[in-house]
C-alpha cells in the first residue's frame, strides 16, 4: 500500500465537521469513484474536502492508492476544460472518414476529447502533491462510466461430451458462470467457483448457481472439493443444508422421491435437516435423507462419483479424438484450390521460426516468418500455436496477386484488448484495396478496406465495418473461430464468430469493382503504421491456431462446416 507524508494536504485545515454531513460526503464520493457525479455535485464534494479533514480521511480509504499509481504512472495529463457531454474518440479507422494518403505526406488530425482532468486533478491536490495522478484513473470519461464488470460466480474449467437443457446450450471450456441454472443432460462439467472450491458434475444432473459461496443440487450427482481458503461453501441438497468445513465430499439427488445421499470423502461437512439437529460427517462417514427420515449410510462409495483422475483422463481421451478427426479433414483443406494461405500452424522440425503455407501445392514464398512469438499449446495439448504479447511479435508474410473476393479465417484465444485496435491482418502501411482485420478495445471485429475517392483522388474513402461486441470479460481466455468475407461484387461484409453470423452490411462508401491487394502483411501486429499515426501499436495479446485466406467469399453454411470440423469441443 502505498503512503504519502502530509495527506491532508495543505488546503484548509478543517479538523472539525458537521457529522451529520458525512452521509451526503459519502454519497458523493461514491458518485465520483464510479464516474456518475455531476458537475455540481463535484464542486459540493470539493468544498467538503477543503474544510474537513473526516471527508478527506473518507476518500483516502476508498481508494487504492498503490494500485492507481501503478496504473496511472505513464499518464501525461493533457488538462482541458469540464466536457459535460462525454464525448469519446472517434480518430482513425474507428469512423469512415476520409484519410489522407500516406504517399501525399497529409498527416492525419488527432480529435481528442477530454473530460474533467483539470477537476479531477485539482480535487486530488487537495489531498497531497503526488495524488493528482488521480485524475488518470477517476477523469469522468464515458469509457470509464460504461467500464465492464465481471458479475460472475464461477467458470467452467473442463466440459467433456456435455449436452446442456438449459437456455444456452453453447457453454464451453473458460466459460464464465452467473448466478442461475446449469441443466446437464449428459457429459461432465467441471465448475470452478469464484470462492475457490470445485464442483464436478455428472449429466443428468440440475445445479443452481446461487453465489460464489452457495449452490443447490436439484438432481444428480456431483462431487465437490473445498480448499481451506473457500471453508464455508454451502451445497443445499432438498431438505438440508451442507457446510463445507474443507473437504471431499459427494453428494446424489433422486429427484422423483427427493431423497438425497452425502458421502464424506475427506475432511468434515456438517449437515442441517431442515428442523434437524446438526449432524457432524467425517471422512468415510454418509447420511441418507427422505422427507423427515435422515439415517446414516453404511458406507461411502467414492467410485461412484467422478474424480478429477478420471475426469483429466476422459479429457485427454476426447482431445485426441478430436484433434485425429481435424488432422484427418485437414489433408482435404489442404487441397482446396479457392486458398491463397492456409498456416495450419504446426512447427516446422528444427526451424521453428517459420511458418509452413500448408496449401497444395505449396507456393513457399506465402510462408511465413515468426518474429517474437512463441510457440505454444494450441486447441489440443497435441496441436501448436503461436502466442503474441509484446509489441514486436508478428508473422511476417507477402501475398501478391489481385483479387475480386475474400475470406479471412483463424482460430483465436484473446487474453485481453490492450490497444485501441487489435491486430489479426493487417498490411503494411495501408494502401488502397489493403484489407485490414483486427479487434476493437471494446470487443468489436472490425473489418476496413479504402480507396481512393473519385473526385478527389489524394483522398482515400475509409470503408469500415464493426460486429456488435462479441468479446467481453465473460468469454476471453477461450479458443474462437473467426472469420469475415467480402467481395468486391456486392460490397457485403459479413463477420462470424465460431461459425455463426454477427454482422452483414455494405459500406455507404463502397463501389463496385475494385481490386483486393495485400502484399506485405502481418498477422498480430502491425509492421508499418501510417506516418504519424496516433493508433501505431496495435499486437495481439492472445494466441492464434490456423490462419487461412481463401480468394472467395465462402457461404454461411459452409464457415459454419469449416468450424464444426476444426473446433476444440
Given at each position: 500500500?502505498?503512503?504519502?507524508?502530509?495527506?491532508?494536504?495543505?488546503?484548509?485545515?478543517?479538523?472539525?465537521?458537521?457529522?451529520?454531513?458525512?452521509?451526503?460526503?459519502?454519497?458523493?464520493?461514491?458518485?465520483?469513484?464510479?464516474?456518475?457525479?455531476?458537475?455540481?455535485?463535484?464542486?459540493?464534494?470539493?468544498?467538503?474536502?477543503?474544510?474537513?479533514?473526516?471527508?478527506?480521511?473518507?476518500?483516502?480509504?476508498?481508494?487504492?492508492?498503490?494500485?492507481?499509481?501503478?496504473?496511472?504512472?505513464?499518464?501525461?495529463?493533457?488538462?482541458?476544460?469540464?466536457?459535460?457531454?462525454?464525448?469519446?474518440?472517434?480518430?482513425?479507422?474507428?469512423?469512415?472518414?476520409?484519410?489522407?494518403?500516406?504517399?501525399?505526406?497529409?498527416?492525419?488530425?488527432?480529435?481528442?476529447?477530454?473530460?474533467?482532468?483539470?477537476?479531477?486533478?485539482?480535487?486530488?491536490?487537495?489531498?497531497?502533491?503526488?495524488?493528482?495522478?488521480?485524475?488518470?484513473?477517476?477523469?469522468?470519461?464515458?469509457?470509464?462510466?460504461?467500464?465492464?464488470?465481471?458479475?460472475?460466480?464461477?467458470?467452467?474449467?473442463?466440459?467433456?461430451?456435455?449436452?446442456?437443457?438449459?437456455?444456452?446450450?453453447?457453454?464451453?471450456?473458460?466459460?464464465?458462470?452467473?448466478?442461475?441454472?446449469?441443466?446437464?443432460?449428459?457429459?461432465?462439467?467441471?465448475?470452478?467457483?469464484?470462492s475457490g472450491a470445485t464442483l464436478l458434475?455428472?449429466?443428468?444432473?440440475?445445479?443452481?448457481?446461487?453465489?460464489?459461496?452457495?449452490?443447490?443440487?436439484?438432481?444428480?450427482?456431483?462431487?465437490?472439493?473445498?480448499?481451506?481458503?473457500?471453508?464455508?461453501?454451502?451445497?443445499?441438497?432438498?431438505?438440508?443444508?451442507?457446510?463445507?468445513?474443507?473437504?471431499?465430499?459427494?453428494?446424489?439427488?433422486?429427484?422423483?422421491?427427493?431423497?438425497?445421499?452425502?458421502?464424506?470423502?475427506?475432511?468434515?461437512?456438517?449437515?442441517?435437516?431442515?428442523?434437524?439437529?446438526?449432524?457432524?460427517?467425517?471422512?468415510?462417514?454418509?447420511?441418507?435423507?427422505?422427507?423427515?427420515?435422515?439415517?446414516?449410510?453404511?458406507?461411502?462409495?467414492?467410485?461412484?462419483?467422478?474424480?478429477?483422475?478420471?475426469?483429466?483422463?476422459?479429457?485427454?481421451?476426447?482431445?485426441?479424438?478430436?484433434?485425429?478427426?481435424?488432422?484427418?479433414?485437414?489433408?482435404?483443406?489442404?487441397?482446396?484450390?479457392?486458398?491463397?494461405?492456409?498456416?495450419?500452424?504446426?512447427?516446422?522440425?528444427?526451424?521453428?521460426?517459420?511458418?509452413?503455407?500448408?496449401?497444395?501445392?505449396?507456393?513457399?514464398?506465402?510462408?511465413?516468418?515468426?518474429?517474437?512469438?512463441?510457440?505454444?499449446?494450441?486447441?489440443?495439448?497435441?496441436?501448436?500455436?503461436?502466442?503474441?504479447?509484446?509489441?514486436?511479435?508478428?508473422?511476417?508474410?507477402?501475398?501478391?496477386?489481385?483479387?475480386?473476393?475474400?475470406?479471412?479465417?483463424?482460430?483465436?484465444?484473446?487474453?485481453?484488448l490492450d490497444r485501441k485496435f487489435n491486430?489479426?491482418?493487417?498490411?503494411?502501411?495501408?494502401?488502397?484495396?489493403?484489407?485490414?482485420?483486427?479487434?476493437?478495445q471494446d470487443g468489436k471485429l472490425m473489418?476496413?478496406?479504402?480507396?481512393?475517392?473519385?473526385?478527389?483522388?489524394?483522398?482515400?474513402?475509409?470503408?469500415?465495418?464493426?460486429?456488435?461486441?462479441?468479446?467481453?470479460?465473460?468469454?476471453?481466455?477461450?479458443?474462437?473461430?473467426?472469420?469475415?468475407?467480402?467481395?468486391?461484387?456486392?460490397?457485403?461484409?459479413?463477420?462470424?464468430?465460431?461459425?455463426?453470423?454477427?454482422?452483414?452490411?455494405?459500406?455507404?462508401?463502397?463501389?463496385?469493382?475494385?481490386?483486393?491487394?495485400?502484399?506485405?502483411?502481418?498477422?498480430?501486429?502491425?509492421?508499418?503504421?501510417?506516418?504519424?499515426?496516433?493508433?501505431?501499436?496495435?499486437?495481439?495479446?492472445?494466441?492464434?491456431?490456423?490462419?487461412?485466406?481463401?480468394?472467395?467469399?465462402?457461404?454461411?453454411?459452409?464457415?459454419?462446416?469449416?468450424?464444426?470440423?476444426?473446433?476444440?469441443?
Amino acid at each position: 500500500m502505498a503512503t504519502f507524508g502530509n495527506s491532508d494536504g495543505g488546503n484548509g485545515g478543517g479538523g472539525g465537521c458537521n457529522p451529520g454531513k458525512l452521509p451526503e460526503a459519502s454519497r458523493l464520493i461514491g458518485e465520483w469513484l464510479s464516474g456518475s457525479i455531476t458537475p455540481a455535485d463535484f464542486d459540493l464534494l470539493q468544498t467538503m474536502l477543503q474544510d474537513c479533514s473526516e471527508v478527506r480521511r473518507m476518500l483516502r480509504e476508498e481508494v487504492n492508492l498503490e494500485q492507481v499509481l501503478r496504473e496511472n504512472a505513464s499518464v501525461t495529463a493533457d488538462l482541458k476544460a469540464w466536457n459535460p457531454e462525454g464525448l469519446p474518440d472517434h480518430e482513425g479507422e474507428g469512423e469512415a472518414a476520409a484519410i489522407p494518403f500516406p504517399d501525399q505526406g497529409t498527416k492525419a488530425r488527432a480529435k481528442k476529447y477530454w473530460i474533467s482532468w483539470a477537476a479531477a486533478a485539482s480535487m486530488a491536490v487537495l489531498l497531497s502533491a503526488g495524488t493528482f495522478l488521480w485524475g488518470g484513473r477517476h477523469a469522468l470519461s464515458k469509457d470509464l462510466v460504461q467500464e465492464e464488470t465481471n458479475r460472475g460466480c464461477a467458470i467452467l474449467t473442463h466440459v467433456v461430451n456435455a449436452e446442456w437443457l438449459d437456455d444456452d446450450n453453447s457453454r464451453r471450456t473458460g466459460d464464465t458462470v452467473n448466478s442461475g441454472m446449469l441443466k446437464l443432460a449428459c457429459g461432465f462439467a467441471q465448475v470452478e467457483f469464484f470462492s475457490g472450491a470445485t464442483l464436478l458434475m455428472e449429466g443428468d444432473a440440475e445445479l443452481e448457481i446461487v453465489s460464489p459461496w452457495e449452490a443447490i443440487c436439484h438432481s444428480g450427482k456431483v462431487r465437490v472439493r473445498v480448499p481451506p481458503p473457500a471453508r464455508g461453501f454451502l451445497l443445499h441438497a432438498p431438505g438440508m443444508k451442507l457446510v463445507d468445513l474443507g473437504t471431499e465430499f459427494g453428494v446424489q439427488v433422486n429427484p422423483e422421491d427427493l431423497s438425497s445421499e452425502v458421502h464424506v470423502f475427506e475432511g468434515e461437512v456438517e449437515a442441517h435437516p431442515t428442523n434437524q439437529d446438526l449432524i457432524s460427517l467425517k471422512q468415510g462417514m454418509g447420511l441418507y435423507k427422505e422427507g423427515n427420515k435422515v439415517a446414516p449410510l453404511p458406507g461411502v462409495r467414492p467410485d461412484d462419483f467422478m474424480g478429477m483422475e478420471r475426469l483429466d483422463a476422459i479429457t485427454a481421451t476426447r482431445a485426441k479424438a478430436r484433434y485425429d478427426a481435424w488432422a484427418t479433414w485437414k489433408k482435404d483443406m489442404c487441397g482446396d484450390e479457392r486458398l491463397v494461405v492456409y498456416f495450419p500452424f504446426e512447427r516446422q522440425g528444427k526451424w521453428q521460426r517459420m511458418i509452413g503455407n500448408g496449401c497444395n501445392p505449396c507456393n513457399p514464398d506465402r510462408n511465413g516468418g515468426v518474429v517474437g512469438a512463441r510457440w505454444t499449446q494450441g486447441r489440443w495439448p497435441m496441436k501448436d500455436a503461436l502466442e503474441f504479447k509484446r509489441p514486436g511479435d508478428r508473422v511476417r508474410l507477402r501475398i501478391d496477386g489481385e483479387y475480386e473476393a475474400l475470406t479471412l479465417t483463424c482460430w483465436v484465444k484473446v487474453d485481453g484488448l490492450d490497444r485501441k485496435f487489435n491486430a489479426l491482418l493487417l498490411t503494411d502501411g495501408y494502401d488502397a484495396g489493403e484489407p485490414h482485420w483486427q479487434i476493437t478495445q471494446d470487443g468489436k471485429l472490425m473489418f476496413s478496406i479504402a480507396y481512393p475517392d473519385e473526385e478527389h483522388p489524394e483522398v482515400k474513402r475509409n470503408q469500415v465495418h464493426l460486429s456488435p461486441v462479441v468479446f467481453n470479460r465473460s468469454n476471453i481466455g477461450r479458443w474462437h473461430q473467426l472469420a469475415v468475407t467480402y467481395d468486391n461484387c456486392s460490397g457485403e461484409v459479413i463477420q462470424f464468430v465460431d461459425g455463426k453470423e454477427v454482422s452483414r452490411e455494405v459500406s455507404p462508401l463502397y463501389q463496385p469493382g475494385r481490386k483486393i491487394v495485400y502484399g506485405a502483411c502481418e498477422l498480430g501486429n502491425w509492421g508499418l503504421p501510417l506516418q504519424d499515426h496516433q493508433f501505431p501499436v496495435r499486437n495481439l495479446n492472445g494466441c492464434m491456431d490456423e490462419f487461412a485466406i481463401y480468394q472467395i467469399a465462402l457461404a454461411g453454411d459452409e464457415l459454419k462446416k469449416i468450424y464444426e470440423a476444426s473446433k476444440p469441443e
